[in-house]
């Protein structure tokens, strides 16, 4: 199985720097190969066909050289097999010597720079570096996963090295000629005269050692509970390697409901400040986007504007703090899913412009705010975070399309046509572009308070504005799909408009590669919000894993620079692959598809155990019945009926079960077994109602009884683990008993579907 895994995994490894299998954290010295078992055999010994494939692959025999473990038959670990390894091999044979002998225990048996051990290392600061700092960040990291993948504890130095050898973390000024090239987060590092440098301003030298510790150290941070490893004879980062990375995007947010921000989130390079605790602290390379509201921000500025801040004076309200939150709890409150402002009234906007600054106040003055930014130093000048581009606030909608319909507003949005020459007298902009230009004027007047700040605002409406434009300080956040069914930039959605009746991909695709040219003429940045998430019926997943490869390079293609990937609900249905797939793709969305494949089967055999082959089949089958459903579905409003084509499901369920249930068999660790039993409990749901017909009303004793056993084993495994079976645990609850007589998808969620022609 590892040698299979291996081959799968290629295209994901530095060629020669890592070895073919996966391991645990806790299993620092597994199983992923046994020195001298050269030939991968399963029974793991050491005998004279390990002798004979290693003779064969140094007389260059073409099995022998693509069938060989290499880690297993580098004997004495210099990343080479020659007559040396033969030798100590034979003595192994004879008994003279012991496999045992030649390990250390660690994951890593020798770690080199350079060709020179990694014991011959410091890790060397600048001498002006102060503990919080992302240098010293970098540092602690690289020392941490050093020590724990070879067992060398390196020491951390301020200032020039004593030692020949060092690992040298260059803080560059964010503002000098280098601190230009690199920006806020590339980063370079290069093996040269003994030193490994590496170069970054606020993120870029945490990028470059994750970047290590991935491709080299065989570390893998899959969630916030495990962090898994590759294990190697001989790691060697080559003289002369000289690498110079410009992230793909400029802001990236994955949620989900994992790990913590040292162990998930800047591992995986997420930079939003919805990644964990997101904090303003230089330490942790500080964060980039939107500051306290991620989106609606209208109704909150309507309530800071139009609330009663307390006298300076009043000693019920001694902090400026206290005064700014007694004026936002004291303001108008508006209906927040119905009520948009008019986006034409110099007076609304005035009284939204003036909620925005008092927000900014309440969020410097407030010290409880610690994960709020300081947008201006002592001297009232704009911080340095503020000048180079990494702040915006919102000025967006409320979560609702109730668009004001005022005269002018509907004029503007729809325009005015001539009808005897047939040409617009007012071109019509579309509630997009209406709502647009209301945020560009925020853009343009924050300036005067807060240079170098930008603001961004969301787009619900799609429609292509004929004159107004994004300002270059405006970030338009361009939110969902048409159709999470069917990829993007496909024409598959054909005329489907789906249950809402409202938007599919070949309007989205047109939309999106107009507001991606705007943006590129204005200067604007375009984000991307993808509902990738199973929002509300948590028994059932969203099908939508392979599509996230095609949909995130058609994003990147059509210039968008931010992508905010909605994670969240249970993690009952791969929601953590997703999630885990999205930071991946964040990270380089123009990765090939083998590679996106090779990335999916790791994180299953590491969540999953040696049935990932068999859980990967499952996820092809269980995503063809979502192709083969017959609509266009979003995530956020359709039901688990209308994602799956339940004639597929109830066709192929006895053998999409049997996979799961192989799966289990072959699981080796308590959780990896906790994890397929729910999968299984899950799929039973979906399988037994799409298979209700078959099973039951129409079957026989046998699939009846076979029927209500299954059922009644899904029902107790949801009611034991007391699992969530909907966002609103008043909308829906689990029932209060199993009732054969009716199709589960109907009991458990009242009407799993809006399609008439869909059971039930």
């Not at 503990?131 to 990291?141: H, I, L």
């Not at 705010?369 to 000025?395: H, I, L």
């Not at 004027?441 to 924050?446: G, K, L, N, Q």
């Not at 885990?580 to 990335?599: A, K």
């Amino acid at each position: 199985m590892k040698k299979i895994l291996s081959a799968l995994l290629a295209v994901l490894m530095l060629a020669g720097a890592l070895s073919v299998g996966l391991s645990a954290q806790e299993f620092l010295n597994d199983d992923t190969y046994t020195l001298g078992n050269a030939d991968g055999s399963a029974d793991k010994k050491i005998n004279g066909q390990d002798l004979y494939i290693m003779c064969s692959y140094l007389a260059g025999g073409t099995y022998a050289v693509n069938n060989i473990v290499r880690d297993a038959a580098d004997m004495n670990a210099d990343g080479k097999i020659n007559a040396t390894d033969v030798y100590y091999l034979k003595r192994i044979a004879v008994g003279s010597l012991a496999a045992s002998d030649l390990e250390n225990g660690f994951q890593v048996y020798r770690f080199a720079i350079g060709g020179t051990d990694i014991s011959e290392f410091d890790i060397s600061l600048p001498d002006y570096t102060s503990d919080e700092t992302n240098a010293v960040y970098t540092a602690e990291t690289l020392y941490k996963y050093i020590l724990e993948a070879t067992g060398v504890a390196l020491p951390i130095v301020r200032g020039e090295s004593t030692r020949e050898h060092s690992i040298v973390i260059h803080e560059v000024d964010r503002w000098s000629e280098l601190g230009e090239r690199l920006q806020n987060e590339n980063y370079m590092y290069k093996v040269a005269d003994g030193k490994l440098e590496l170069y970054g301003t606020y993120r870029g030298n945490m990028y470059a050692a994750f970047e290590i510790i991935e491709d080299y150290l065989g570390f893998r941070f899959f969630d916030g509970t495990y962090t898994y490893l590759y294990k190697s004879r001989y790691v060697n980062i080559p003289d002369g390697t000289d690498v110079f990375f410009e992230p793909y995007l400029r802001f990236r947010q994955t949620g989900q409901n994992v790990g913590s921000l040292d162990t998930y989130y800047l591992p995986s390079r997420m930079n939003g400040t919805r990644s964990g605790p997101a904090t303003s602290d230089l330490k942790h390379g500080t964060f980039y986007g939107h500051q306290f509201c991620n989106a609606h921000s209208y109704g909150l500025y309507w309530r800071m504007a139009t609330g009663t801040r307390p006298a300076d004076d009043d000693p019920n309200y001694p902090t400026e703090a206290s005064r700014y939150n007694q004026q936002y709890e004291s303001g108008f409150q508006q209906d927040e899913l119905n009520w948009q402002p008019c986006a034409t009234r110099d007076d609304i906007y005035n009284t939204l412009f003036s909620g925005l600054i008092d927000t900014v106040k309440r969020m410097e003055s407030w010290e409880g705010f610690a994960w709020y930014y300081d947008f201006k130093d002592e001297n009232g000048e704009p911080t340095d975070y503020v000048k180079s581009g990494q702040a915006s606030m919102s000025f967006s909608l409320c979560d609702n399309e109730k668009y004001c319909t005022c005269r002018y507003c509907n004029l503007k949005a729809n325009g005015k046509l001539n009808n005897k020459t047939g040409e617009w007298v007012t071109p019509p902009e579309g509630y997009s572009g209406v709502y647009v230009d209301l945020a560009n004027r925020a853009a343009r007047d924050i300036q005067e308070y807060y240079p170098g700040i930008r603001i961004h605002t969301i787009l619900y409406n799609h429609d292509i504005p004929t004159t107004v434009r994004p300002d270059k300080n405006l970030i338009v956040y361009y939110c969902g799909q048409g159709c999470n069914n069917h990829i993007l930039g496909s024409d598959e959605c054909g005329t489907c408009l789906g249950q809402l009746g409202k938007e599919n991909n070949v309007f989205t695709n047109k939309s999106l590669k107009a507001w991606g040219e705007m943006c590129r003429e204005t200067g604007a940045e375009m984000w991307y919000w993808y509902y990738g998430v199973t929002y509300h019926y948590y028994l059932v997943g969203l099908p939508c894993i392979f599509n996230l490869y095609y949909d995130y390079q058609y994003l990147y293609n059509v210039g968008v620079r931010g992508i905010n990937y909605e994670g969240g609900g249970r993690n009952y249905n791969f929601g953590t692959l997703k999630a885990y797939l999205s930071t991946r793709l964040q990270w380089n969305p123009t990765m090939t598809y083998d590679e996106y494949i090779g990335y999916m089967k790791e994180y299953l055999y590491m969540y999953y155990g040696d049935g990932y082959e068999e859980i990967y089949e499952f996820i092809e089958m269980e995503n063809t019945a979502g192709d083969e459903c017959g609509t266009c579905f979003i995530s956020n409003f359709d039901r688990p009926g209308d994602m799956y084509s339940y004639e597929y499901i109830a066709e192929h369920y006895e053998y999409m079960r049997e996979l799961l249930v192989t799966a289990l068999e072959k699981a080796d660790r308590p959780e990896r077994i906790e994890r397929i039993e729910t999968l299984i409990c899950c799929f039973d749901f979906l399988g037994l109602s799409s298979a209700y017909d078959d099973m039951y009303v129409n079957g026989d004793a046998e699939s009846r009884a076979l029927y209500e056993e299954r059922y009644t084993d899904f029902y107790n495994y949801i009611v034991d683990n007391n699992m969530a079976i909907f966002s609103d645990p008043v909308t829906y609850t689990v029932p209060e008993t199993c009732d054969f007589t009716v199709n589960p998808m109907t009991q458990f969620y009242d009407r799993g579907s809006r399609r008439p022609d869909v059971t039930p």
